[in-house]
């Protein structure tokens, strides 16, 4: 990962918390793929994708999260939910078009799993 997705990760964990979410995991890496963020809102755990998109040329942060990095993400989350035990759970996105805490974009529920 380049330096400015690490910082971007960073940024988005430091906001989330800042939101009251508590920080689990980051880049958790399993066979399936990996998850940028594993967080808890309350009982809640929280799968966090966290995409910068400089150039919205090719439609964006947004965009960039396709169907086939939502399976990935949802199967490296089943992976996670097997070993560390089953929990009410959600697929947040934080969105950033420059790497700085002014331009995250968080998407609760971002997609279904």
């Given at each position: 990962m380049n330096k400015l997705g690490v910082a971007a990760e960073q940024m988005a964990a430091t906001y989330l918390q800042q939101q009251g979410l508590t920080l689990i995991s980051q880049n958790f890496t399993c066979r399936y793929g990996e998850i940028d963020l594993i967080m808890r809102e309350g009982r809640m755990l929280v799968f966090v994708e966290v995409r910068l998109r400089s150039n919205a040329?090719?439609?964006?942060?947004g965009m960039s999260i396709t169907p086939a990095k939502q399976h990935k993400l949802q199967r490296s989350a089943e992976y996670y939910l097997q070993q560390y035990g089953n929990?009410?759970?959600?697929?947040?996105?934080?969105?950033?078009?420059?790497?700085s805490a002014e331009h995250i974009e968080w998407i609760k529920n971002a997609f279904d799993s």
């Amino acid at each position: 990962m380049n330096k400015l997705g690490v910082a971007a990760e960073q940024m988005a964990a430091t906001y989330l918390q800042q939101q009251g979410l508590t920080l689990i995991s980051q880049n958790f890496t399993c066979r399936y793929g990996e998850i940028d963020l594993i967080m808890r809102e309350g009982r809640m755990l929280v799968f966090v994708e966290v995409r910068l998109r400089s150039n919205a040329r090719f439609g964006g942060a947004g965009m960039s999260i396709t169907p086939a990095k939502q399976h990935k993400l949802q199967r490296s989350a089943e992976y996670y939910l097997q070993q560390y035990g089953n929990s009410a759970c959600r697929f947040d996105a934080v969105l950033m078009n420059k790497a700085s805490a002014e331009h995250i974009e968080w998407i609760k529920n971002a997609f279904d799993s």
